[in-house]
């Protein structure tokens, strides 16, 4: 049974980091209620989930897959890009090593984001720009080399993360609002979708893509490609430049 990990949303979620959209007000009662109802569409799709302990002084910390990047065996520990947000990395740190993970650490100067790092097979992609530095690429490059990962940066600079504009689907093709994505050419395959939030997919198996209520035409496409859609509405969390993707850590191994 595949494993994610979530941490349920802090009461001050409305406080909550925003930095390309404008701010607007975060219904935290139907925040906790739509949180539930992704872990239970993980739960319905065969999914394991365990919980980071919640630190409820850190408004981002649902953002959960910020704080880490999985691979094999190893963990790398993010160190957050936004100063507000190192202090979500440590109980994190052990509740991954607790599912029986070895553990690397990005150390100063380096930063790293978890929502940068795109995962196709053994090629890596990662978002350098606001959150995220060469620095921190590097000692993520260094962590997985004895994996036989390869590492590539792509520049990020209209959108918050990596994964805020571009998503993979099973076969590997890249998908991505174009408006949004800085270098299309940077992937091997790339096809466009018709929505921002139709960017944003999580592998659930096969053929399952978890992605937002708020793709309906995008959805539309992934079924005419074979793909079968599970929906979910995040409409808070997208107010925090939030998206399915960063809701979880997926342990995969």
């Excluded at 079924?223 to 969390?237: A, K, N, Q």
Aim: hydrophobic letters at 45%; a negative charge.
């Amino acid at each position: 049974m595949p494993t994610a990990l979530i941490r349920r949303p802090s009461p001050r979620l409305a406080e909550g980091l925003v930095t390309h959209i404008e701010r607007t007000p975060v219904d935290l009662a139907l925040a906790f209620d739509q949180w539930q109802r992704y872990v239970d569409a993980l739960h319905d799709t065969g999914w394991h989930t365990v919980e980071v302990p919640p630190i409820d002084e850190c408004p981002d910390s649902v953002f959960v897959e910020d704080t880490m990047v999985v691979y094999g065996d190893l963990a790398v520990i993010a160190r957050a890009g936004a100063d507000e947000r190192r202090a979500e990395a440590a109980a994190a740190e052990e509740t991954v090593a607790a599912q029986g993970y070895r553990i690397v650490r990005i150390d100063e100067p380096g930063t790293l984001d978890g929502g940068d790092v795109l995962k196709i097979g053994s090629t890596i992609y990662v978002g350098q720009g606001g959150r995220t530095n060469a620095a921190g690429i590097q000692q993520l490059r260094d962590g997985f080399a004895p994996l036989g990962v390869d590492v590539h940066a792509v520049p990020v600079r209209k959108v918050l993360h990596l994964k805020s504009a571009v998503t993979a689907l099973p076969d590997g093709t890249v998908v991505g609002y174009e408006p949004l994505v800085d270098d299309p050419a940077a992937f091997d395959a790339f096809r466009s979708v018709p929505e921002e939030a139709g960017a944003h997919v999580v592998l659930l198996d096969d053929d399952r893509l978890l992605m937002a209520a708020s793709a309906p035409k995008s959805a539309e496409l992934f079924e005419s490609l074979g793909y079968r859609p599970v929906v979910v509405d995040i409409s808070e969390f997208e107010k925090l430049e939030g998206c399915v993707t960063c809701l979880s850590v997926r342990l995969r191994r």
